[in-house]
Structure formats: C-alpha cells, structure tokens
T-cell receptor, first 114, second 118 residues
Framework: DAGVIQSPRHEVTEMGQEVTLRCKPISGHNSLFWYRQTMMRGLELLIY????????DSGMPEDRFSAKMPNASFSTLKIQPSEPRDSAVYFC????????????FGDGTRLSIL | GESVGLHLPTLSVQEGDNSIINCAYS??????FIWYKQESGKGPQFIID?????DKRQGQRVTVLLNKTVKHLSLQIAATQPGDSAVYFC?????????????????FGKGTLLTVNP
C-alpha cells in the first residue's frame, strides 16, 4: 500500500529563495498534518487540515510560511523567502478524521538553506 | 503549556534483552496515546497505540502500559534485536474544540534513542 508521499526528499537552496514542499496523503485519509523536526526543538506541529480546511496554524513560525490543501490528495508547504534557520526536516502525516486515529508519516523533506 | 516528556534520552541494551522505554505525560485529559519508531532518514513509524480506557496492550514483541494515576506510559520490547535500534517517541492525542466540533492533534515527546549492542 502506498504511504504518505513527500517530495522532494532533499532540497538545498540559497537564502531568499522560495521553497515548496509537497505531500500526497494516504488515499481515504481526511486529516493532514505538517511537522518540522530539528535537533533543538524536536518534532513540532506546524499546521493541520481536516477535509482540506486548515484547522490550526498556530505552529506556523512566521508569515513566511504558508500551507495549502487544494484537494484531498495534495498539500503544499511554502516558505518565501527562506532563511538558514528554516533548515530542518519537514514531515507530512495523514490520518482518518476523528478520535483515536493514528497518524502515518512520510519520509520527510530534508531542507537546507545556505 | 502541558507537554509530553521522556525520562531517559538514551538507552543501550544487549541483543536479546528486553527494553523498556518510559514516557511521562501531563495532560490528564489526553485519551489516546501512540508509540512511534523513527529510523535514521525516515519518518516516524507507528508501532502501537492505546486508549485511556485500557492499561495494557500487546503487539508483536511490544507491549504498551498506561498508568493514568501517575500519567506514565511505557513501551516494552521483548528480545530486542539490532533492527530495533532507533529513536522512539511517545505521543498523546489532544482534543481541540472548534467551531466545527472536536479536532484532534498529537503532541510528541522528545524521543529516546535505543541502541542494541550485538
């Protein structure tokens, strides 16, 4: 079975550039989550969607970060302009909506901003 | 704010021994807990979950124990193997009340690195 698919797996770019991370959730799942993982802060929830609608974006660090979910099978996380401190691994996860539903993670995008 | 934390950041065991990874949570309203395993270069992988109306749940070589009195969660791995070496995270499911009803999100602990020595 196809799991959560993220692209690209690795991204290296210079500061100031726009970065777009992509996620395809597991088919049938209707909740989608974006996380950022760093050694210093661990795994942080950035934003999540239920039925393609953003529910809680309180974890989005700054206005430079934005996320969209135009349909049930695709979501993007965009950083514009990027800064070196944005360097991290970004994970997407999906689940069925509701209580007691485990989230399933993709293998992440390792982002390096030079 | 309330958070999930781990007692031990690292754990080293001999192959074949049993491993116990501990986790403390502080939100008494949390009603669902999950253990994840993360290997290098990969995303967290679901291992086992438990609802708050249970105190023990068993899977293949893994057992999760929940003590709601002291807000403690543990993961036991039987006959630990080299392939079990990874970072293990506990996560608690928290409910948010919104205009559309209840929404749920996970809060993760900082992780425990398990190293299995041959």
């Amino acid at each position: 079975d196809a799991g959560v698919i993220q692209s690209p797996r690795h991204e290296v770019t210079e500061m100031g550039q726009e970065v777009t991370l992509r996620c395809k959730p597991i088919s049938g799942h209707n909740s989608l989550f974006w996380y950022r993982q760093t050694m210093m802060r661990g795994l942080e929830l950035l934003i999540y969607f239920n039925n393609n609608v953003p529910i809680d974006d309180s974890g989005m660090p700054e206005d430079r970060f934005s996320a969209k979910m135009p349909n049930a099978s695709f979501s993007t996380l965009k950083i514009q302009p990027s800064e070196p401190r944005d360097s991290a691994v970004y994970f997407c996860a999906s689940s069925f909506l509701g209580q007691n539903q485990p989230q399933h993670f993709g293998d992440g995008t390792r982002l390096s901003i030079l | 704010g309330e958070s999930v934390g781990l007692h031990l950041p690292t754990l080293s065991v001999q192959e074949g021994d049993n491993s116990i990874i501990n986790c403390a949570y502080s939100n008494s309203a949390s009603d669902y807990f999950i253990w994840y395993k993360q290997e290098s270069g990969k995303g967290p992988q679901f291992i086992i979950d438990i609802r708050s109306n249970m105190d023990k749940r068993q899977g293949q070589r893994v057992t999760v124990l929940l003590n709601k009195t002291v807000k403690h969660l543990s993961l036991q791995i039987a006959a630990t193997q080299p392939g079990d070496s990874a970072v293990y995270f506990c996560a608690e499911n928290m409910r948010e009340n919104g205009s559309g009803g209840s929404n749920y999100k996970l809060t993760f602990g900082k992780g425990t690195l398990l190293t299995v020595n041959p």
